[in-house]
């Protein structure tokens, strides 16, 4: 019988070696997420794949699934563990190597199998692992599911059974890489700098944009999972700011940069200023939009209010809807909807027919926004970016709080802005005109200036974003609200960036 994972265990002790290690708090909302080695340990890893081959028997599903991992230095021991807990769970194993996340997704449809299991980390710092999981594609697991594994897991609830086999699919990139590129080529010769922070994308993207006719200049392509230039996370702006030098050094016409899986992309214009993901989500709502009549799109509660107010998406007959942050919930929402793309201000963006299957995939992203640019052959990607309203923007802030008091923080926060609007209370000098709840709280007041405050899905973080219409001043007014708020709360520490 398989040991009850413990949540802490002493390193290089005999029973670090021999048991399982895995803290409750690593099952996020959507994700699996830990400190490698003072989280979860080798037979810790194991232990969640012997509970997802459990769950995946419990949902009545094939128990087949692709495995993949990311270029950090334990990434493929931390999967050859998950593999083996899967297979004494009964489950099939399709390991498609070396892989962004993506690609993982991709081979369920190509491969023809139900189920992924991506062992990435994404962009947090090294340290971290984690594995992105889904039993029905194009979706990935949300809370009930992750609830259910969770239980499943540090119960020891395992179901050993026989069946389980495993298959390795030699140079499967090649054939992720030819349907990306199965596409016509470019009419507009563009000059592209592909940034990849020395993660996964590093092996992939550089001959993507090539092969769809692209001029490349690489940055940071080579892998090197110590990441010794920044985070490859296209929210820092540590590596837009790198873009925005290599786009100016080399008189480019657009940025790209990948996140640490590749499943994320974020910009950076001709004249070497970042474009934050939601607003490429209106430029790119706009040019699909005016290809495909009342379209539909949902966009997380981090973006933008442009998808409403704007008047071309107005005027083509676009539709918006406001969602829960997170891969996962928007993944899930872009799908019941049969909307035509959701976009998420982080840069995950899931493209359904014709453009993709609904999962989030970088690459997808950068195309689309060369095939924008190809479609407008005398425009820029700063002339698609000054066409839309004006609007002043945060990055993603996120001050640190802990995994077991941020979701506690986040419902008083609030609470205190729901009691400020029954009493007709102002905030940032005007009165509360709207608030959303759906994933923390959205409060907008009279002139359409905004804040948010939500607890991270994957990180012990807070998320504060603000946008105003009006003026840098009035955003500026809306982070002090939020703040402010936020620093009655002892648990709340320090920002990783702030405008």
């Known amino acids: 019988m398989f040991p009850k994972p413990k949540s802490a265990l002493v390193p290089n002790t005999h029973e670090f070696e021999s048991g399982p290690m895995v803290k409750a708090t690593g099952f996020r909302e959507y994700d699996a997420r830990w400190l490698f080695e003072k989280e979860i340990n080798l037979m810790g890893v194991q232990a969640l794949g012997m509970g997802l081959g459990a769950l995946i028997g419990e949902l009545g599903v094939k128990q087949e699934i692709v495995t993949g991992h990311d270029f950090r230095g334990y990434s493929a021991s931390i999967k050859y563990a998950l593999i083996s807990g899967l297979m004494a769970a009964g489950c099939k194993v399709h390991d498609i190597g070396l892989a962004v996340t993506p690609m993982a997704y991709f081979a369920q449809f190509d491969l023809d199998v139900p189920c992924v299991a991506m062992v990435t980390a994404s962009h947090n710092d090294n340290?971290?692992?984690?594995?992105?999981?889904?039993?029905?594609?194009?979706?990935?697991?949300?809370?009930?599911?992750?609830?259910?594994?969770?239980?499943?897991?540090?119960?020891?609830?395992?179901?050993?059974?026989?069946?389980?086999?495993?298959?390795?699919?030699?140079?499967?990139?090649?054939?992720?890489?030819?349907?990306?590129?199965?596409?016509?080529?470019?009419?507009?010769?563009?000059?592209?700098?592909?940034?990849?922070?020395?993660?996964?994308?590093?092996?992939?993207?550089?001959?993507?944009?090539?092969?769809?006719?692209?001029?490349?200049?690489?940055?940071?392509?080579?892998?090197?999972?110590?990441?010794?230039?920044?985070?490859?996370?296209?929210?820092?702006?540590?590596?837009?700011?790198?873009?925005?030098?290599?786009?100016?050094?080399?008189?480019?016409?657009?940025?790209?940069?990948?996140?640490?899986?590749?499943?994320?992309?974020?910009?950076?214009?001709?004249?070497?200023?970042?474009?934050?993901?939601?607003?490429?989500?209106?430029?790119?709502?706009?040019?699909?939009?005016?290809?495909?009549?009342?379209?539909?799109?949902?966009?997380?509660?981090?973006?933008?209010?442009?998808?409403?107010?704007?008047?071309?998406?107005?005027?083509?007959?676009?539709?918006?809807?406001?969602?829960?942050?997170?891969?996962?919930y928007m993944k899930r929402r872009t799908n019941e909807m049969g909307a035509l793309a959701g976009f998420e201000k982080s840069g995950h963006f899931f493209f359904n027919k014709p453009f993709g299957r609904g999962y989030d995939d970088g690459l997808v992203s950068a195309i689309a926004i060369c095939e924008m640019l190809d479609r407008a052959p005398d425009k820029s990607m700063a002339d698609l970016k000054d066409a839309i309203p004006k609007t002043w923007s945060s990055p993603t802030m996120s001050p640190h709080c802990a995994d077991e008091v941020k979701y506690a923080v986040a419902d008083a926060v609030v609470k205190h802005f729901e009691d400020k609007q029954k009493n007709g209370e102002r905030i940032a000098g005007q009165k509360i005109r709207d608030l959303v709840t759906v994933n923390g709280v959205r409060v907008t007041v009279e002139d359409g200036s905004w804040g948010l405050v939500r607890a991270s899905s994957n990180k012990p973080e807070l998320v504060v974003v603000v946008e105003s219409p009006v003026s840098e001043a009035r955003m500026r007014d809306m982070f002090e609200a939020m703040d402010s708020v936020l620093r009655t709360h002892s648990e709340v520490g320090e920002y990783n960036q702030k405008i």
């Open 127 to 328: 340290g971290w692992t984690g594995v992105k999981m889904g039993a029905n594609r194009p979706l990935t697991f949300g809370p009930d599911e992750m609830t259910r594994l969770k239980e499943i897991v540090l119960n020891a609830d395992f179901k050993n059974q026989a069946g389980g086999s495993y298959q390795f699919h030699e140079n499967f990139p090649a054939r992720y890489i030819a349907d990306l590129t199965s596409r016509p080529k470019l009419k507009r010769k563009l000059k592209v700098v592909v940034a990849c922070g020395n993660g996964t994308a590093g092996a992939f993207a550089p001959q993507v944009m090539e092969a769809i006719g692209c001029e490349v200049i690489p940055l940071d392509t080579e892998l090197d999972h110590t990441f010794p230039k920044y985070n490859p996370n296209p929210e820092d702006m540590e590596m837009l700011h790198a873009i925005r030098d290599a786009v100016l050094k080399h008189k480019a016409d657009v940025g790209l940069g990948f996140d640490g899986d590749g499943d994320r992309c974020g910009v950076v214009d001709n004249t070497g200023e970042e474009i934050f993901a939601d607003k490429v989500g209106v430029m790119l709502a706009r040019d699909m939009s005016a290809i495909h009549k009342d379209a539909q799109f949902v966009v997380d509660v981090k973006s933008t209010g442009l998808f409403v107010t704007d008047p071309v998406l107005q005027r083509q007959g676009a539709k918006t809807a406001y969602w829960k942050t997170g891969h996962s």
